[in-house]
């Protein structure tokens, strides 16, 4: 089967490196000019971890362990948590070691995805790019995000709202005797802006950091990273000092913020022979522990159902992508759930 996977999100490079496996003809277009970092570390489970390295991906000697922790605002003293098999990696590192084991022959840069051809009619048999190229494929997958285009293009579902929280990203560059994590993620509530932040490290001097808040203050999600890196060292002086090297402003690498969107799940993440993975299928609320696992858990099973149907095992491709969806449903669900409890906190708290 030839499989054209538009987006560079880590689901579809993850369903590249499965499905080759498998001897599949796989194509990725990304719409970047070249492989890009995320403004924090990917954060996953013990499951995505033994999942990828099943796929040949070395990752014992770059892969994070990492252990439970939380922060408290009195008496500004950080307390071990034991449990959490939870381990974190640099976004960019992840993207070239799978690039390298997918072949950089199958990756197609600079390729923003356009529209679908025919327009009239389910079955697709082309992708058009805004650079006047097309790739053709007997199945097409969008992993192209929370703002989807091949979402509204073919397979639009409920509709995409805006909630209360902005959730606010980034790394940080200390010293080794700045580190309080010690291998452990931190979590903490955040007075000053009625919000929760975690923290964890991802390589030897790097640390990721997640922030939720109320979005219904003054905030503005338009802010320029300067003044993010302003506001954030800002709102820092209030928490426990042994986390203020980690946002002083010339600590702060990268950072970035997005208002949260929230959606029920569609009936369908597909459409004949077009389908959604990661977060252009399920652009809900961000959960700031679930990280991408639901991304990788995606990408692995879809990878399965695809090998099945070529054996005969379904019927049609509409039955295996329908097997797609009645499989992730209820995980999903349950991380929806999570994820809304957890904003309810957030605003609960303003």
């Keep these: 089967m030839k499989i054209t996977i538009l987006g560079s999100c880590l689901s579809g490079m993850a369903l590249a490196l499965r499905l080759i496996h498998s001897k599949h003809e796989v194509e990725i277009c990304l719409p970047e000019t070249g492989l890009e970092s995320c403004s924090s570390g990917y954060l996953f489970n013990s499951v995505s971890f033994e999942s990828l390295s099943s796929l040949g991906l070395n990752l014992g000697n770059w892969v994070t362990p990492l252990r439970g922790g939380r922060a408290h605002a009195a008496p500004d003293q950080i307390e071990a948590e034991s449990g959490n098999h939870l381990f974190s990696a640099d976004s960019l590192r992840l993207h070239q070691v799978i690039q390298k084991s997918v072949g950089e022959e199958r990756y197609r840069f600079d390729s923003r995805f356009s529209h ?88 030897s001097g790097t640390v990721s950091w997640r922030l939720q ?28 000092t042994e986390l203020h090297p980690i946002f002083e402003e010339s600590a702060i690498t990268a950072v970035q913020s997005a208002k949260c969107s929230d959606r029920r799940l569609p009936h369908l993440f597909h459409k004949d022979n077009v389908v959604l993975i990661g977060k252009a299928a399920h652009p809900t609320l961000p959960d700031l522990y679930s990280g991408v696992d639901s991304d990788l858990e995606d990408a692995l099973l879809l990878g399965d159902l695809l090998d099945e149907f070529e054996k005969g095992h379904f019927e049609s491709l509409d039955i295996c992508l329908t097997e797609f969806i009645r499989q992730r449903r209820p995980l999903l669900n349950s991380r929806i759930r999570r994820a809304r409890a957890q904003q309810k906190r957030v605003l609960s708290t303003s």
């Design 116 to 203: 679908f051809e025919p327009r009239v009619g389910y079955h697709i048999k082309s992708a058009q790019f805004e650079n006047g190229t097309e790739a053709l494929a007997d199945l097409f997958v969008g992993a192209d995000g929370v703002q989807s285009v091949v979402r509204k293009e073919q397979v639009p579902g409920p509709a995409l709202s805006l909630v209360q929280t902005h959730q606010i990203s980034g790394t940080s560059r200390i010293s080794a005797s700045d580190s309080v994590l010690r291998g452990r993620v931190i979590s903490y509530r955040v007075p000053q802006t009625s919000g929760e932040l975690i923290i964890y490290p991802v390589e």
């Design 213 to 240: 808040i109320d979005a219904r203050g003054t905030f503005h999600t338009g802010t320029s990273s300067e003044e993010l890196r302003q506001q954030v060292f800002k709102w820092s002086r209030g928490w426990p």
